[in-house]
């Protein structure tokens, strides 16, 4: 090695990753740090996962509804709401141009008793009825199993379902408001906190299992008509048109207008988003006093290296910048192994709450952020210490 | 005396004890919180009972909850009535309508409780006060926790509820629990003017109160033996369980709150440990020349022991204190039913002791580091 070389690696601060070697310099001191910080980020993610949960099983039903356009009474105020309009609106839609098929979706989330094929009590579940020709949902399961709906009093159930229904298996027979079905298949959607599961049927079955239903499935009130449109038509004329044909007593959406309809009402009425933001900020305040308290210990135990570094000549914006990097490493540290462990905990907790926890870009930059808004604050605070080194103490 | 050791060694540095208390007391903080939401979160479905007077309650056999309690014959009121002990079985109705303002707009899901209005079921001064008022044909009280989606919940508004003309006779405060956005009560006769499909001789539920002295215990068994099986009987404390365990096992209530309780847990002893060791690093030099002057390593370890319960001690009553207004402030918005009572004060007591103990062990390994030769 050149002296020029030695200089290089040892003396000039560009060339020396001082604060990733302060960082690994002692590999106990790191595991304890990173363990530290990785908890508060845990404890973040846990929370802003939770909320995410929240929103997104309330809002699963809506997202796998199969229609470009949505026609929905204008009364109503969410989704899970029954609030039906005539059938006949669906033949006045059915002849707007640009429009290719309109198919009614029936609901009931008052009404349907299911009986747990296992025991003897009853839940009220969600229950959904459409065409078996033209399944109303994008989920894979029903697509698949919707043609055996045209069987004699035949159900498809939710397999995630809370377990306490008996739904998982897809299969045997059970009764529906005292009347026996056939489960036929299933499908995996997963409770909401409205409903603990869903049923999906025919028509012809919906109008049989309603109790005190005197209708024939022709008569029965629709709930949403779906709209597909023609290829090549835009949604927003075709959306118009829709507008001016209908009666005013309903309106038609969009799909992604729908789904920022039932978001609004979740938003207003849910007390959850606060709960949980409130612990992702308990989660920010107890990393920042862990991440202080570690940034501040590990400057301690170093005071003599950036002592003697102050006797060599070094600017005190020198070493404010060597913490503040390593802090922004600390960071980087504590949340890569508690990124990789909220994986595990999301999934462990998602299969035994059915709630849907799914780590996503979003999470990750958020909650990223708020490590690295953390760690830089407390290595900010925490600088004083170094700028009060004196050389003359260490000797 | 290591305990005088460990308290002069605190108040020598006053300012950066306190900081350390401050961390201690957010740990201790969070547990308060988390704990208060285990079990004050599924304490909701218990909103609307906790108001309302009765020793025993009678239900469907099918009740899972109150928001689907079933229903059953008005004939068993009339068969508990005949028990010796029980003073009076109130019928409770229950139905689910469509609230919309009078000029149209959304259709709004409302709960409907029906009541004789005389029979003082709730023990809530507004109710009580506009007992009266609910007796006028076509008359409602509202909660005025209904939500804002309702629009203004003010006296004389006239909406239609289940399609029925409807006129606000006044608001009261107690909050709509599990039961749904917005809670009307009306009089029984009121209740069947909206639901006049209902078959007037089922109830959802039988308020039963028992004449002075009477065991609620012995009484239930009592009517339990001489009511048929498509009823069942509940004392106030077995209903409270049902309705709990009801939150927090069949839905995701238990887990998600449980977790935070688990993750405050291991959150208090990181923060603790992180500031013990602090603590320690700064006094390394005392506790070398303790060393030095011949104290042992277990001597050592004591006033370490005893430095983390007392900074703990003088951070747990700051804690209560404000643990106390944050459930107050939540009380007062989510109408959740937060309270302290002496387990759960004893319980984060006890929780704050091990994460003093177990945050204690863990840096002592910091003080071994301690040379004397170092100092001087």
């Given at each position: 090695?050149?002296?020029?070389?030695?200089?290089?690696?040892?003396?000039?601060?560009?060339?020396?990753?001082?604060?990733?070697?302060?960082?690994?310099?002692?590999?106990?001191?790191?595991?304890?740090?990173?363990?530290?910080?990785?908890?508060a980020?845990?404890?973040?993610?846990v929370?802003?996962?939770?909320?995410?949960?929240?929103?997104?099983?309330?809002?699963?039903?809506?997202?796998?509804?199969?229609?470009?356009?949505?026609?929905?009474?204008?009364?109503?105020?969410?989704?899970?709401?029954a609030?039906?309009?005539?059938?006949?609106?669906?033949?006045?839609?059915?002849?707007?141009?640009?429009?290719?098929?309109?198919?009614?979706?029936?609901?009931?989330?008052?009404s349907?008793?299911?009986?747990?094929?296992?025991?003897?009590?009853?839940?009220?579940?969600?229950?959904?009825?459409?065409?078996?020709?033209?399944?109303?949902?994008?989920?894979?399961?029903?697509k698949?199993?919707?043609?055996?709906?045209?069987e004699?009093?035949?159900?498809?159930?939710?397999?995630?379902?809370?377990?306490?229904?008996?739904?998982?298996?897809?299969?045997?027979?059970?009764?529906?408001?005292?009347?026996?079905?056939?489960?036929?298949?299933?499908?995996?959607?997963?409770?909401?906190?409205?409903?603990?599961?869903?049923?999906?049927?025919?028509?012809?079955?919906?109008?049989?299992?309603?109790?005190?239903?005197?209708?024939?499935?022709?008569?029965?009130?629709?709930?949403?008509?779906?709209?597909?449109?023609?290829?090549?038509a835009d949604?927003?004329?075709?959306?118009?048109a829709?507008?001016?044909?209908?009666?005013?007593?309903?309106?038609?959406?969009?799909?992604?207008?729908?789904?920022?309809?039932?978001?609004?009402?979740?938003a207003?009425?849910?007390?959850?988003?606060?709960?949980?933001?409130?612990?992702?900020?308990?989660?920010?305040?107890?990393?920042?006093l862990?991440?202080?308290?570690?940034?501040?210990?590990?400057?301690?135990?170093?005071?003599?290296?950036?002592?003697?570094?102050?006797?060599?000549?070094?600017?005190?914006?020198?070493?404010?910048?060597?913490?503040?990097?390593?802090?922004?490493l600390?960071?980087?540290?504590?949340?890569?192994p508690?990124?990789?462990?909220?994986?595990?905990?999301?999934?462990?907790?998602?299969?035994?709450?059915?709630?849907?926890?799914?780590?996503?870009?979003?999470?990750?930059?958020?909650?990223?952020?708020?490590?690295?808004g953390?760690?830089?604050?407390?290595?900010?605070?925490?600088?004083?210490?170094?700028?009060?080194?004196?050389?003359?103490?260490?000797? | 005396?290591?305990?005088?050791?460990?308290?002069?060694?605190?108040?020598?540095?006053?300012?950066?004890?306190?900081?350390?208390?401050?961390?201690?007391?957010?740990?201790?903080?969070?547990v308060?919180?988390?704990?208060?939401?285990?079990?004050?979160?599924?304490?909701?479905?218990?909103?609307?009972?906790?108001?309302?007077?009765?020793?025993?309650?009678?239900?469907?056999?099918?009740y899972?909850f109150?928001?689907?309690?079933g229903?059953?014959?008005?004939?068993?009121?009339?068969?508990?009535?005949?028990?010796?002990?029980?003073?009076?079985?109130?019928?409770?109705?229950?139905?689910?309508?469509?609230?919309?303002?009078?000029?149209?707009?959304?259709?709004?899901?409302?709960?409907?409780?029906g009541?004789?209005?005389?029979?003082?079921?709730?023990?809530?001064?507004?109710?009580?006060?506009?007992s009266?008022?609910?007796?006028?044909?076509?008359?409602?009280?509202?909660?005025?926790?209904?939500?804002?989606?309702?629009?203004?919940?003010?006296?004389?508004?006239?909406?239609?509820?289940?399609?029925?003309?409807?006129?606000?006779?006044?608001?009261?405060?107690?909050?709509?629990?599990?039961?749904?956005?917005?809670?009307?009560?009306?009089?029984?006769?009121?209740?069947?003017?909206?639901?006049?499909?209902?078959?007037?001789?089922?109830?959802?539920?039988?308020?039963?109160?028992?004449?002075?002295?009477?065991?609620?215990?012995?009484?239930?068994?009592?009517?339990?033996?001489?009511?048929?099986?498509?009823t069942?009987?509940?004392?106030?404390?077995?209903?409270a369980?049902?309705?709990?365990?009801?939150?927090?096992?069949?839905?995701a209530?238990g887990?998600?709150?449980?977790?935070?309780?688990?993750?405050?847990?291991?959150?208090?002893?990181?923060?603790?440990?992180?500031?013990?060791a602090?603590?320690?690093?700064?006094?390394?030099p005392?506790?070398?020349?303790?060393?030095?002057?011949?104290?042992?390593?277990?001597y050592?370890?004591a006033?370490?022991?005893?430095?983390?319960?007392?900074?703990?001690?003088?951070?747990?009553?700051?804690?209560?204190?404000?643990?106390?207004?944050?459930?107050?402030?939540?009380?007062?918005?989510?109408?959740?039913?937060?309270?302290?009572?002496?387990?759960?004060?004893?319980?984060?007591?006890?929780?704050?002791?091990?994460?003093?103990?177990?945050?204690?062990?863990?840096?002592?390994?910091?003080?071994?580091?301690?040379?004397?030769?170092?100092?001087?």
């Open positions: 090695m050149t002296v020029a070389e030695t200089h290089r690696r040892f003396v000039d601060p560009r060339f020396v990753p001082l604060a990733l070697r302060n960082l690994l310099a002692n590999k106990g001191r790191l595991v304890r740090s990173s363990a530290g910080i990785g908890f980020v845990l404890l973040m993610l929370q802003l996962g939770f909320e995410r949960g929240f929103f997104d099983a309330s809002l699963a039903t809506v997202r796998q509804l199969d229609g470009d356009l949505v026609i929905i009474s204008r009364s109503n105020y969410r989704f899970a709401s609030d039906p309009f005539p059938r006949s609106y669906l033949a006045t839609a059915a002849k707007v141009a640009g429009v290719l098929s309109v198919s009614p979706l029936y609901a009931a989330w008052q349907f008793s299911w009986k747990d094929p296992a025991g003897d009590q009853s839940y009220l579940v969600q229950a959904f009825a459409f065409d078996p020709d033209h399944p109303a949902f994008l989920l894979p399961g029903v698949a199993d919707a043609a055996r709906l045209k004699e009093d035949a159900v498809i159930v939710d397999r995630r379902a809370r377990r306490f229904l008996g739904m998982a298996s897809g299969t045997g027979k059970t009764e529906i408001n005292g009347r026996p079905v056939q489960i036929v298949g299933g499908f995996a959607l997963g409770p909401d906190f409205m409903s603990d599961g869903t049923v999906m049927m025919s028509e012809a079955s919906f109008a049989r299992l309603l109790p005190g239903n005197r209708l024939s499935a022709a008569d029965l009130p629709v709930e949403f008509g779906m709209v597909k449109i023609g290829p090549g949604p927003s004329t075709v959306q118009q829709l507008e001016a044909a209908l009666p005013h007593d309903v309106r038609v959406l969009t799909r992604p207008q729908l789904i920022a309809f039932e978001r609004d009402f979740q207003d009425v849910s007390s959850a988003g606060p709960i949980f933001w409130m612990g992702t900020v308990v989660g920010f305040v107890v990393g920042m862990i991440s202080y308290q570690i940034i501040y210990t590990d400057l301690s135990d170093q005071l003599p290296q950036y002592a003697t570094l102050k006797g060599m000549g070094y600017e005190n914006s020198y070493l404010v910048r060597v913490v503040i990097e390593q802090a922004a600390s960071a980087l540290a504590g949340y890569a508690a990124w990789l462990a909220c994986l595990v905990v999301y999934r462990a907790i998602g299969a035994v709450s059915l709630l849907p926890l799914h780590m996503t870009w979003e999470l990750t930059l958020l909650s990223f952020s708020l490590t690295l953390m760690c830089l604050l407390s290595g900010v605070l925490a600088v004083r210490r170094v700028i009060a080194a004196d050389p003359a103490e260490v000797f | 005396m290591p305990l005088q050791v460990a308290w002069r060694m605190l108040v020598d540095q006053k300012g950066r004890t306190a900081l350390a208390t401050g961390g201690i007391f957010i740990a201790i903080l969070l308060f919180i988390e704990l208060g939401f285990f079990v004050a979160v599924p304490q909701g479905g218990m909103l609307i009972y906790d108001h309302m007077r009765f020793d025993l309650l009678v239900c469907s056999n099918r899972l109150q928001a689907q309690s229903q059953f014959p008005r004939a068993r009121l009339a068969v508990a009535r005949t028990v010796a002990e029980v003073k009076e079985a109130s019928p409770v109705y229950l139905g689910g309508a469509k609230w919309q303002d009078a000029n149209g707009g959304l259709k709004v899901d409302i709960s409907v409780i009541i004789d209005p005389q029979a003082g079921i709730f023990a809530v001064p507004d109710i009580e006060r506009q009266a008022v609910m007796d006028r044909p076509d008359t409602v009280l509202v909660d005025g926790a209904t939500r804002s989606l309702f629009g203004p919940l003010r006296a004389e508004r006239v909406v239609d509820i289940a399609g029925r003309r409807m006129t606000i006779g006044g608001v009261y405060k107690l909050g709509t629990g599990f039961l749904g956005l917005g809670i009307a009560l009306a009089s029984e006769a009121n209740f069947f003017r909206m639901f006049p499909e209902r078959p007037p001789d089922t109830v959802n539920l039988g308020l039963v109160s028992l004449k002075p002295g009477a065991d609620p215990d012995r009484t239930a068994e009592a009517l339990r033996a001489i009511l048929p099986a498509d069942q009987v509940f004392t106030r404390p077995e209903l369980a049902h309705e709990v365990a009801y939150w927090t096992t069949r839905t209530t887990l998600i709150f449980g977790s935070g309780l688990v993750v405050s847990f291991v959150v208090g002893i990181m923060v603790l440990y992180q500031t013990l602090t603590q320690i690093t700064r006094q390394l005392q506790f070398a020349t303790l060393k030095a002057i011949g104290h042992t390593n277990r050592l370890d006033i370490v022991l005893l430095e983390s319960f007392l900074i703990t001690a003088v951070a747990f009553v700051p804690a209560l204190g404000a643990a106390l207004l944050i459930y107050a402030l939540i009380r007062s918005e989510t109408l959740l039913p937060l309270t302290l009572n002496a387990p759960q004060l004893g319980a984060v007591f006890l929780i704050t002791l091990v994460m003093a103990a177990a945050s204690a062990f863990l840096s002592l390994g910091g003080l071994r580091r301690a040379d004397p030769a170092e100092v001087f």
